[in-house]
């Protein structure tokens, strides 16, 4: 089992920043696939950033190219989203999610189905 703990939420005003963190525990041999998705409320689940262990990605949703930059620590077991500029359209409840071998990187919609999920870090971005 893969247990995912993301960190690094909060509030901040509108072209502010914020990291966010992702720390894996747990049978992390199993993950191929990292990922960052976001859900606003009443909205449907979005995929922002992807990559995986092979030197695929990151991948971006467009509407965060430019602004957000994904990165990860193989050895540490961990992944990262940098989002500067905040945009108000971000807020969101911000998940980190990891699948096994033979998973895609692709953002898509709808996302795809990641095996392991973080419990999620809220993003508010107030203008």
């Known amino acids: 089992q893969v247990v995912l703990v993301e960190s690094g939420g909060g509030s901040v005003q509108a072209g502010g920043s914020l990291r966010l963190s992702c720390a894996a525990s747990?049978?992390?041999?199993?993950?191929?696939?990292m990922g960052w998705f976001r859900q606003a409320p009443g909205k449907e689940r979005e995929g922002v950033a992807a990559?995986?262990?092979?030197?695929?990605?990151?991948n971006y949703v467009d509407s965060v190219k430019g602004r957000f930059t994904m990165s990860r620590d193989g050895a540490k077991n961990m992944w990262y989203l940098q989002m500067n500029n905040l945009r108000p359209e971000d807020t969101a409840m911000y998940y980190c999610?990891?699948?096994?071998?033979?998973?895609?990187?692709?953002?898509?919609?709808?996302?795809?189905?990641?095996?392991?999920w973080g419990q999620g870090t809220q993003v508010t971005v107030s203008s």
């Open positions: 747990g049978d992390t041999y199993r993950i191929a696939c």
């Open positions: 999610a990891a699948d096994n071998w033979q998973c895609t990187t692709a953002i898509q919609a709808p996302p795809p189905p990641y095996s392991f």
């Open positions: 990559l995986d262990r092979f030197g695929d990605g990151p």
